[in-house]
């Protein structure tokens, strides 16, 4: 049974940092495309940021280039998204998705996901 479990959102001050973890379950994430998605209120969930497999070849939306950081810890088969320079645009909640490829589905890997994390950033 495949299970991804995400934490590590909070409540942060706009300028700062998050980091985000996506543990994994009955997969191995280094044999998956690994990806973020986040929902704000009364919008879409959309793509924030991924990593293939092989090569680890890593993608970002643009409103997060520069800002964001996605990388995978095969050890302890986790994969984290490290979110600097917060802004209040960036509050939403914040999902991580497996699959066969970043660009698998319309919604990325999309064949396994979890529950979910909330970020917020507010002053």
Known sequence: ?????????????????????????????DDYAIGWFRQAPGKEREGVSCISRPGGN????????????????????????????????DTGIYYCTAGDSCFATSEGPGKYWGQGTQVTVSS
């Open 1 to 29: 049974q495949v299970q991804l479990v995400e934490s590590g959102g909070g409540l942060v001050q706009p300028g700062g940092s998050l980091r985000l973890s996506c543990a994994a379950a009955g997969l191995t994430v």
């Open 58 to 89: 890593t993608f970002y939306t643009n409103s997060v280039k520069g800002r964001f950081t996605i990388s995978r810890d095969n050890a302890k088969n986790t994969v984290y998204l490290q979110m600097n320079s917060l802004k209040p645009e």
